[in-house]
């Protein structure tokens, strides 16, 4: 498989490997890199039964995904150094399904797409001298996902930058205490600052080259290609996912999981249609109900990882479905929930199931309860993706049910682990210097 820039429109396209697009990350016009074929993995798809576990079934599918690029060994050893957690799927009874990725190391589901890219990462660089340097501002969870996810690989360094004073204490421990080939800098800036830093220094050039530098943010082709492999698992659970009629709805910020949907639909995942869930940062499903396309500065709100007002993937979305707007009305549906509704979703979940479920994943709920009033998806089965274990925002779950969520046992670790992080100022100048002089 070929990938392409969303920006690229000339008659005959650059087509990159999958290796080149995840170690450039951006293409070099600006654009995303998407699949510019769309291979059949039908056949693969009914070869998995309920038993199948996750790891086979991402084998399977990356046999074929990968094929003419990686070996048999290649995708065996990704597959097993990325995923030692996997999805679970829980039936709730009436055609309503949670699939919980939440079960990594960071408690969210950006580890299925962080690993996966690290491990893939690992196999292109083995064997060669090369080493990489990712490079990566956070504002706090993406940070350690990626951080965690690039632990300990030998050919790869990686500096996270993050501001001084605005993330969580939890956060600030789980960025701050791996160590190994994990360099935390704590600036003195806000996160937008820290991510103009970052990007002068994807700008430079020299230093680029220098220090083999490469991205690992979210709209890394390396990190969206695995977010579709949990699809194809969900719907393996069932007996006979042929027959039914399957909705997913996707609580979203920055729409890689619900474009990573829209691709294993395109590969012959049998979904009816997906549900785009928004907290008031609602530019896509104003997209779909007006037509018209109205990114703004984010608002704050409850579920703060979709906190996003001018989504990197609709540029995506919009070459997915041809600038089509029908056609993409086909096939989601959008839905904007409030933080008061938001907290309501979590209370009611409570009382009526007896588990507590994060403020991401109480969007998708609503959103999908209010799908299953429609007549359109009366008998269909609708399968909600749950993002964050409730645990990582207890303020939230306790303001709303009176109860204190469990912290993770994997995040309670790191709370009495030392902080190790390099103090640094607000400059290019400084961070180039400290780079260089520490891998170059
Ligand atoms: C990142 C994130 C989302 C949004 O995912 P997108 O792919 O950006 O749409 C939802 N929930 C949680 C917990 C997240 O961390």
């Known amino acids: 498989m070929k990938y392409i820039s969303t920006r690229d429109q000339s008659t005959n396209p650059e087509t990159v490997s999958f290796k080149e697009a995840i170690f450039r990350g951006l293409a070099p016009d600006g654009g995303l890199y998407y699949p510019r074929e769309q291979p059949d ?15 086979e079934v991402v084998l399977g599918l990356c046999n074929t995904l990968f094929s003419g690029e990686l070996s048999e060994e290649s995708v065996r050893r990704i597959v097993e150094k990325a995923y030692s957690f996997e999805p679970k799927l829980k039936s709730l009874g009436h ?9 990594g190391p960071s408690c969210a589901f950006k580890d299925f797409g962080a690993f996966f890219l690290a491990a893939a990462m690992d196999e292109f660089l083995k064997g060669s001298r090369r080493k ?20 300990g690989r030998s050919n790869i360094e990686v500096v996270i930058l993050y501001p001084s004073g605005r993330v969580s204490p939890l956060q600030e421990k789980q960025l701050t205490t791996l160590g190994g080939n994990i360099t935390t800098l704590e600036v003195e800036c806000s996160f937008d600052d820290c991510q103009r830093l970052v990007k002068k220094a994807f700008m430079d050039r020299e230093l680029q080259e220098r220090l083999n530098l490469t991205s690992a943010n979210s709209i890394n082709l390396g990190r969206l290609i695995p977010q579709s492999f949990y699809y194809f698992y969900a719907l393996s659970r069932f007996e006979n996912p042929q027959a039914g009629e399957y ?8 729409f890689g999981n619900l474009t990573a949907g829209l691709y294993a639909q395109q590969w012959g995942l049998p979904v009816r249609g997906f549900i785009a869930a928004t907290n008031i940062n609602d530019v896509v499903p104003q997209y779909l109900e007006s037509g018209i396309y ?3 500065p984010s608002f704050h709100t409850l579920s703060n990882a979709m906190d996003v007002g001018d989504p990197s993937n609709f540029e995506r979305l919009m070459t997915l479905f041809n600038q089509d707007l029908s056609a993409m009305r086909r096939m989601l549906r959008g839905e904007k929930i409030t933080d008061a509704e938001t907290l309501k979703t979590i209370r009611e979940v409570s009382r009526d199931y007896g588990f507590l479920i994060d403020p991401h994943t109480a969007v998708g709920w609503l959103a999908a309860r209010r799908l299953q009033q429609q007549k359109l998806a009366r008998g269909a089965e609708i399968i909600v993706l749950s993002t964050a274990n409730a645990g990582k925002f207890s303020e939230t779950v306790s303001e709303a049910t009176g109860m204190e969520p469990d912290l993770p046992e994997a995040l309670k670790s790191v709370l009495d682990l030392p902080k190790q992080a390099v103090q640094l100022g607000n400059t290019p100048n400084e961070l180039f210097d400290f780079l260089l002089k520490q891998f170059g």
């Open 132 to 151: 990489a340097l990712v490079l990566v501002a956070t504002s706090g969870d993406t940070g350690s996902a990626v951080a965690r996810a690039f632990l």
């Open 95 to 103: 055609g309503l399904h949670l699939l919980e990725l939440f079960h």
């Open 41 to 55: 993995l039908t056949e693969i798809f009914k070869s998995f039964n309920p038993a199948t576990s996750y790891k």
């Open 247 to 254: 909705w997913f709805s996707v609580p979203s910020g920055n």
């Open 294 to 296: 109205n990114p703004h």
